[in-house]
């Protein structure tokens, strides 16, 4: 857990500076994202149906990573609910599909805004504990829900201990592909566009807002900005971001049970954030993949030390990019631009 | 009335358990202003070792005392090589990097000593007390949690390490320029903390069983505990402590319906609510910010 | 090539299906996935890491079962190629690593996942794709559906069934008492307790305190104190081995001696009731189908000695006192045997039709008396339990072998 995250996360130097976001032209930046998403919708095409199942919830953890950073990484608020916003999600979906026979479709704005308001209501509280205070009130939230999903009052809704099972959609019949393709290119429309409404959102007037407090809460609320509504809208757009992945995976793994949405669910979001960069929107999607890949790594050196494997590979990617994957790409950027600048004959 | 002693009581033994935790979570807290994941897991790994070194007929307080020294240089190494490397990145990355070092941990000892559980020896013994609400071994990690808390605070406010100790953590580029070695002084802090745990986790397994998720559940309740007292202060991280056990168990049994099934999520809802009157904690100083 | 492969071989077994079936099967030699004349490949999941972790024994045991049958020449001239992965007890996880086993390594099935909600999650997959689910590790009510998953078949009595033979027990020993339930807030506690109050029927108000534990609690101290304080004098303790052994020392602790049952979950001599304290445990009764390898009751018992054997050769450093290497290799035991039935005919479709032909099949491990039995309609391998009673060294069981109610 963190203590001050406005004060120390300068070194993590923001992706974005707030002042830099106006203007938009065509880079290098833009041309390697128009080819990740080119690339994005050819793979499926070359790989298994296990393949593109795994890539489904490599963007399905990429969702839920952006969410988390959108409260940490843009707004210094730090949380260790989210497995909760998350199971929130997915059981809003299961609900719906195996009770009320809710076409699919309509679960993921249903999660997303029953999050969004759980999320703005626990923004409230919220606002009053600062760091730590607040990583341990999150965390009461994340211990707390799987007790929830359990206790006996709801059981007529979440199937209790037993979960629920969902109906998984399937690709209509005037598209040649399969279910595993169909669910895949769903979710990566869904993840584009909430990427793209991201990206937009930060290099809005309210996205520096929302960095502004991040950076200096006093300073902002000088500036005339309202600390507690921006702070509380991040929070329950955090929450909306991560419960549409949830109910997107709810609809690729076809089942929901209270263990599946515990403590441990949150760390590995956390994790994923902190290896993708803190506060950087294309890393999220590194993180989904280390999320997803690495434990699988960890498994084939060795299954009977699986968790002492995942834990030195994690020390070893933070020794060496101890900014994440986006403040790795940065300082590579920048050495090569420097050296370019050094020594322009050579080239 | 008498279920109503009897659950104090209780609390008032596990509360020991998680005072204890939260002690040695406030004391690294003290010396490198972070909270520590592995604490737990430090704990009960330090403890192994003294089972360990019991099993193979070391006399109780040599092994004791042989796993509060290893512990101490073990926490001192773990700074050292695990997290001078990462001091300079940012707090969430070092976060990171306690969760990886839970993991090994945890994940170690499952692999030396199995996962059953193992019965740790007391000095203290199992006979019960005060018409037995409590036992001597209860009864003795109360009390070796106070004297610890006494020792740390004469060691904070009235040596001139313990002095140089809060000064490197609180402000480490001052504390520098009057010639503390901020460096050695963490990797101090991480010993001390390393040590305090080794107790606490030798002092617990009796009660709970030694085995290799033995402190998940404790390090949770003993964070409560930190928190809900103050960071800052070590008295209030104990009464901290004993306040979650009370706490829960009296949710737990006096609150119908819902209480045993929710009543972790209850004891923690609780201490929110405590929080938001009390930011700092109940006897924690809040912290004034400089813009 | 892969694709190629496997649908050539998808293809392929229904036409085997429908040539192979009337004439004898046995004799055909028809593959399923990951069969070969010399290997036979197998997949298994289980919690190496994780919440859940103190369960690893249990898929551990099964990797190095297998290894010996690899050393003793596999199963009719084929070796055994038992790919075992972590899923951590996450369900998601465990269906990207099922999905992983059944479409990348191409298994012939999937051996005795372990947990309720992990196999849950991948239940409705396997039916699907038409995968057998063996002998999963878990004693939920659902897995003995013949009709509706045909592909999914249990092993061990079921939570319920041992929970009803406990209520049994109760209105014949001890017809007015009061009773208590400590269950783990989760699957298997739950239906332990279903299991008790749906025994006693009309009685179930015979329950006066249902309370209940978190694995992540330090101690079950204040549910003991609370059941002793409410008149309880009849405690069912249905916790996992740490718990229980708390339970038994608390509950000696404040000198309370109800009539205690305890479950079959936390019955090991070694496991519980020594780290409780023997001297404590003395009258506690309970229920076997696996023999506790730390009584040492069965210390001259040539099932033991066996198992024993195994142990100290491909487990040498494994805790013999962890009833999850008793279970594990039980498992794998059986299905050794459904696979040495099946002879050359190593489809999917005969895999299942011979899980569900076993005959009076016994495990060195299994309690003497009790076998497992399968049939087209029976998916519940092993039903009976026998009740025991501690005199303070061992067990001694007593009556008849019990079979469960709920099926």
């Known amino acids: 857990m963190t203590t001050t995250i406005p004060k120390d996360d300068v070194a993590v130097a923001p992706a974005v500076p707030a002042e830099r976001a106006v203007r938009v032209r065509l880079g290098p930046r833009h041309l390697i994202i128009a080819g990740f998403v080119v690339a994005a919708f050819v793979v499926p095409l070359l790989s298994s149906s296990f393949v593109t199942f795994q890539l489904t919830e490599v963007l399905i953890y990429g969702l839920a990573i952006l969410g988390l950073n959108l409260l940490t990484g843009f707004n210094g608020q730090f949380s260790l609910g989210h497995s909760a916003f998350y199971g929130i999600g997915a059981y809003t979906a299961a609900i719906l599909i195996h009770n009320y026979e809710v ?12 999050c969004f308001v759980i999320g703005f209501l626990f923004g409230l509280p919220a606002l009053r504990l600062q760091n730590l205070y607040l990583a341990l009130a999150t965390f009461a939230l994340a211990t707390a829900m799987p007790q929830i999903l359990k206790f006996h009052a709801l059981e007529g809704w979440t199937g209790g201990v037993q979960g629920l099972v969902v109906d998984q959609p399937e690709a209509p019949g005037f598209v040649p592909i399969s279910d595993d393709q169909w669910l895949y290119y769903f979710t990566l429309i869904v993840m584009l566009v909430m990427f793209l409404c991201a990206e937009f959102l930060i290099h809005s007037r309210t996205g520096r807002a929302i960095m502004a407090i991040r950076d200096n809460p006093i300073a902002a609320a000088a500036m005339g900005i309202n600390n507690s509504l921006y702070k509380t809208l991040t929070f329950g757009v955090s929450a909306l971001y991560t419960g549409v992945a949830g109910a997107l995976g709810a609809l690729a793994i076809g089942f929901v049970a209270p263990d599946s949405f515990t403590i441990f669910l949150s760390i590995s979001l956390l994790v994923g954030l902190v290896i993708g960069g803190v506060g950087s929107i294309p890393g999220c999607l590194f993180g989904g993949l280390f999320v997803l890949y690495v434990p699988n790594i960890a498994n084939a050196l060795s299954t009977g030390l699986a968790g002492a494997i995942y834990g030195v590979i994690l020390l070893l990617v933070i020794f060496v990019m101890p900014a994440g994957a986006a403040g790795f790409v940065r300082i590579v950027v920048a050495r ?3 050296w370019r600048q050094t020594s322009p004959e050579e080239s | 009335m008498e279920l109503l002693l009897q659950q104090v009581m209780a609390g008032l ?14 004391m690294i807290f003290q010396a490198i202003d972070h909270l520590n994941f592995a604490q737990g897991e430090m704990a009960m790994f330090s403890t192994f070792i003294a089972w360990q070194l019991i099993a193979w007929g070391t006399p109780y307080w040599l092994a004791f005392a ?3 020294v290893l512990s101490f240089v073990a926490g001192v190494l773990i700074d050292r090589v ?3 490397p990462v001091q300079k990145a940012p707090i969430l990355s070092q976060l990171v990097a306690f969760i990886a070092l839970f993991s090994i941990l945890n994940s170690s000892a499952g692999q030396i000593w199995d996962y059953t559980i193992k019965t740790f020896p007391t000095p203290f ?8 609400l409590v036992d001597t071994h209860e009864a003795a990690m109360i009390g070796v949690t106070l004297l610890l808390l006494v020792l740390l605070y004469a060691f904070f406010r009235g040596t001139r390490l313990g002095l140089a100790m809060r000064a490197a953590a609180a402000n480490p580029e001052s504390a520098r320029l009057v010639g503390v070695r901020v460096g050695w002084m963490t990797a101090l802090g991480w010993g001390m903390a390393a040590a305090i745990g080794a107790v606490a986790g030798m002092l617990i397994a009796p009660v709970v069983f030694l085995e290799p998720n033995m402190m998940i559940g404790v390090l949770l309740y003993g964070f409560a505990g930190a928190v809900l007292g103050g960071l800052s202060s070590p008295a209030g991280a104990v009464i901290g402590g004993f306040a979650v056990g009370v706490l829960e168990n009296l949710a737990g049994t006096f609150i119908p319906y819902v209480g045993q099934e929710l009543k972790l999520s209850l004891a923690l809802i609780m201490i929110v609510i405590v929080l938001m009157f009390r930011p700092s904690g109940l006897f924690g100083r809040s912290v004034v910010s400089r813009v | 090539m892969k694709h190629l492969t496997r649908r050539t071989i998808l293809a392929a077994v229904p036409a085997a299906i429908a040539l192979g079936v009337p004439f004898v099967s046995a004799r055909a030699k028809d593959y399923g996935p ?13 919690p190496y890491s994780g919440p859940a972790s103190s369960y690893s024994p249990v898929p551990k045991s099964q990797v190095a079962y297998w290894k010996m049958i690899n050393d003793q020449g596999g199963i009719n001239g084929r070796m055994i190629n038992f790919i075992s992965y972590d899923d951590a007890y996450t369900p998601p996880k465990t269906v990207e690593i099922v999905r992983k086993l059944v479409e990348e390594d191409q298994v012939l099935l999937v051996a005795s996942p372990l947990g309720t909600p992990t196999n849950s999650a991948i239940w409705h997959y396997m039916n699907e794709k038409k995968v057998p689910q063996m002998f999963v590790a878990t004693g939920a009510t659902k897995w003995d559906d013949p009709k509706g998953h045909p592909w999914t078949i249990g092993w061990q009595p079921n939570y319920q069934s041992e929970g009803r033979i406990y209520a049994t027990y109760i209105l014949k020993n001890k017809p007015d008492g009061k009773v208590g339930v400590l269950y783990q807030n989760d699957d298997f506690g739950k239906d332990y307790l279903k299991g008790v109050k749906d025994g006693l029927g009309d009685k179930a108000s015979m329950v006066i305190v249902e309370t209940s534990y978190e694995t992540t609690d330090p101690t079950v101290d204040s549910q003991v104190v609370d059941m002793k304080a409410k008149g309880v004098d009849v405690f069912v303790n249905t916790a996992i081995p740490k718990f229980a052994a708390q339970a038994i020392r608390k509950a000696a602790d404040i000198q309370w001696k109800p009539l205690h049952i305890l479950s079959s979950i936390g019955n090991s001599v070694g496991a519980t009731l020594k780290p409780a304290g023997l001297e404590y445990a003395k009258d506690l009764v309970s229920d076997f189908y696996l023999k506790d390898a730390t009584d040492p009751k069965w210390k001259d018992d040539a099932g033991f000695k066996e198992w024993s054997a195994f142990m100290d050769k491909y487990i040498p450093d494994g805790d013999k006192t962890d009833a999850g290497y008793v279970a594990g290799s039980s498992l794998a035991a059986t299905l050794a045997q459904v696979l040495k039935q099946c002879g050359d005919d190593l489809t999917r479709e005969n895999v299942m039709k011979q899980a569900a032909s076993l005959k009076d099949f016994t495990v060195p491990m299994l309690l003497p008396g009790i076998k497992a039995n399968t049939s087209p309609t029976d998916f519940a391998p092993i039903k009976q339990v026998q009740m025991a009673k501690f005199d303070g060294q061992r067990w001694n069981l007593f009556g008849d072998l019990i079979t469960g109610a709920v099926g």
């Open chain 2, 13 to 26: 033994a596990n509360g020991a358990i998680y005072a204890c935790m939260a002690l040695s979570v406030v």
């Open chain 1, 103 to 114: 076409s699919y479709l309509w679960t993921l704005p249903a999660a997303g805004a029953l």
């Open chain 2, 66 to 68: 042989a796993s509060i």
């Open chain 1, 336 to 338: 090569i631009s420097r």
């Open chain 3, 34 to 46: 990951g069969v070969t004349d010399k290997e036979i490949k197998l997949g298994n999941t289980g």
């Open chain 2, 82 to 84: 695990l997290f001078r």
């Open chain 2, 125 to 132: 013994g199992h006979t019960p007390l005060l018409g037995s």
